[in-house]
């Protein structure tokens, strides 16, 4: 079956460590897409990528980085200059270029809690 | 600057009876509208959508009736089930984006579909 794979489901972290989330699709989407979710907030943009090594900061860049080395492979950086990294982290993937608005497809999410 | 807004966190609807989710929207660039469905510890996922060249449309169970003069969009479900028991998160996404799906989340209405 197609889909989008986050691993793990759950992460605990020190504060102060750099810990990195996977993120790993094989439905040959071109784009994909780092959010987070907040109690009471919607889900926010951290970065995004069209094609493989590129990638763009979405609205809240500060203290994550990625890299888009493999098509199939969006990994994300959580930086010990993210002030507050605990949240649960969303994957998402979709198809560029086929005009319209293909949604996006979602992964079942990373749980980080920071300590 | 909360761009999309769900003013109700929760909704509480007897079974068989219809669920009514509203949006907000306060750019006026915003061109499609989403509706995501998320159950506890998973991702999204993407229920129904309009352009803003119409203001209804229907699948199924679902509707998503759209007013552009209001900014304000709805989703009824019809009749309401148990399974309907998750959190909607209503998107949009801008007509310009200079690239990238860029979608803009709302909040979140938790529904809860009572026996």
């Known amino acids: 079956d197609g889909g989008i794979t986050q691993s793990p489901k759950y992460l605990f972290r020190k504060e102060g460590q750099n810990v990195t989330l996977s993120c790993e699709q094989n439905?040959?989407?071109?784009?994909m897409y780092w959010y987070r979710q907040d109690p009471g907030q919607g889900l926010r943009l951290i970065y995004y990528?069209?094609?493989?090594?590129?990638?763009q900061k979405g609205d809240i860049a500060e203290g994550y980085s990625v890299s888009r080395e493999k098509k199939e492979s969006f990994p994300l950086t959580v930086t010990s200059a993210q002030k507050n990294p605990t949240a649960f982290y969303l994957c998402?993937?979709?198809?560029?270029?086929?005009?319209?608005?293909?949604?996006?497809?979602f992964g079942n999410g990373t749980r980080l809690t920071v300590t | 600057d909360q761009q999309v807004k769900q003013n109700s966190p929760s909704l509480s609807v007897q079974e068989g009876r219809i669920s009514i989710l509203n949006c907000d929207y306060t750019n006026s660039m915003f061109d499609y509208f989403l509706w995501y469905k998320k159950y506890p510890a998973e991702g999204p996922t993407f229920l129904i959508s309009i352009s803003s060249i119409k203001d209804k449309n229907e699948d199924g169970r679902f509707t998503v009736f759209l007013n552009k003069s209001a900014k304000h969009l709805s989703l009824h479900i019809v009749p309401s089930q148990p399974g309907d028991s998750a959190v909607y998160f209503c998107?949009?996404?801008?007509?310009?984006?200079?690239?990238?799906?860029?979608?803009?989340f709302g909040t979140g209405t938790q529904l809860k579909v009572e026996l």
């Open positions: 439905l040959n989407h071109d784009a």
């Open positions: 998107a949009a996404h801008p007509l310009l984006t200079g690239g990238g799906n860029k979608l803009t």
């Open positions: 990528s069209q094609i493989v090594n590129d990638f």
């Open positions: 998402a993937s979709t198809h560029t270029g086929t005009g319209g608005h293909p949604p996006l497809h």
